[in-house]
């Protein structure tokens, strides 16, 4: 297995006080994908990160929710805590899905990826709808309880539920690092 770790939306827009959509449970699993990243970075399994990124007013979600995280500004980039390393790839949609219209697939093929670990905000859109997309193109996905989360807990909670049930491993960070799944590789 080919383990690659999608973090989803980790950018100032959504985590920072200033942002547009701030979501303030969003800071709290900062430490959580920060470990999760570092055991990545040892293990030489690649790290994506797929941040929200528009271009126009015209954007699907843009027309939902206003302007924000506009493409080469503050709020597209990722947060200080969790800034990508050299060896990272950052790719940017302009959906809920991280799969679509992107270069997510063609990248994770090339890089022989098999498996994916989503994680970032918001549990039960985008990184639902990108778990979702991994699933419908055969990759193995795996999601970690602590990892993810939204501003509003019943909808967290509820979509747990929905990527153990149909999606899916669902763990936490703590059990996930005991497995080692990374090591055989």
Request: net charge negative; with cysteine.
């Amino acid at each position: 297995m080919k383990m690659a770790l999608l973090i989803i939306d980790m950018i100032n827009e959504y985590l920072e006080p200033s942002g547009k959509i701030y979501c303030e449970k969003g800071c709290s699993i900062i430490p959580n994908i920060k470990k999760l990243r570092k055991y990545f970075h040892e293990k030489n399994n690649p790290v994506i990160y797929i941040n929200t990124s528009h271009i126009n007013g015209g954007d699907p979600e843009t027309q939902k929710w206003g302007l924000h995280a506009m493409r080469g500004t503050w709020g597209d980039e990722v947060v200080k805590e969790l800034e990508p390393k050299e060896q990272d790839i950052l790719l940017y949609k302009r959906t809920y899905d991280g799969f679509y219209n992107t270069e997510l697939e063609i990248t994770l093929r090339s890089l022989k990826v098999d498996s994916v670990l989503v994680c970032g905000i918001h549990t039960h859109v985008c990184v639902l709808c990108t778990a979702l997309g991994a699933f419908y193109r055969g990759f193995n996905v795996y999601a970690l309880s602590d990892c993810m989360t939204t501003g509003y807990q019943p909808n967290h909670d509820s979509r747990l539920r929905f990527y153990e049930s149909h999606i899916g491993t669902l763990t936490n960070l703590e059990k996930f690092l005991d497995e080692d799944l990374l090591s055989s590789e």
